[in-house]
């Protein structure tokens, strides 16, 4: 069964850091470029990072950028990405996803692009 289960989330100060995990199974993560998006309430979900498939390229929004921090494991099936900082704008929940790997990473930075997705995992950063 092709899945992604996030884990991780939960609520923490401005100022804050966590650390989520995604877990993939049912498929070659190892082929597979893996994405980061999130998704507050009443806007819609946006990119947040990627890494590609071999984990030698990686790609931030703006806002993640010297923040943020996306790693993967490929023996483990695992990706990460450490959030630092935080603020009550990262405010979200936050999804895994994963496309095989076809095209450099700067392709994929939109939902539409990827086919496989997590549940997502709520973020709450109090001010």
């Known amino acids: 069964q092709v899945q992604l289960v996030e884990s991780g989330g939960g609520s923490v100060q401005a100022g804050g850091s966590l650390r989520l995990s995604c877990s993939a199974s049912?498929?070659?993560?190892?082929?597979?470029?893996m994405g980061w998006f999130r998704q507050a309430p009443g806007e819609e979900r946006e990119f947040v990072g990627n890494?590609?498939?071999?984990?030698?390229?990686?790609s931030y929004a703006d806002f993640a950028k010297g923040r943020f921090r996306i790693s993967r494991d490929n023996a483990g099936n695992m990706v990460y990405v450490e959030m630092n900082n935080l603020e009550p704008e990262d405010t979200a929940i936050y999804y895994c996803?994963?496309?095989?790997?076809?095209?450099?990473?700067?392709?994929?930075?939109?939902?539409?692009?990827?086919?496989?997705w997590g549940q997502g995992t709520q973020v709450t950063v109090s001010s």
């Open positions: 996803a994963a496309v095989p790997s076809v095209n450099d990473i700067a392709y994929y930075q939109t939902p539409e692009k990827y086919d496989i």
């Open positions: 049912g498929f070659m993560f190892s082929d597979y470029i």
């Open positions: 890494i590609a498939a071999d984990g030698g390229t990686i």
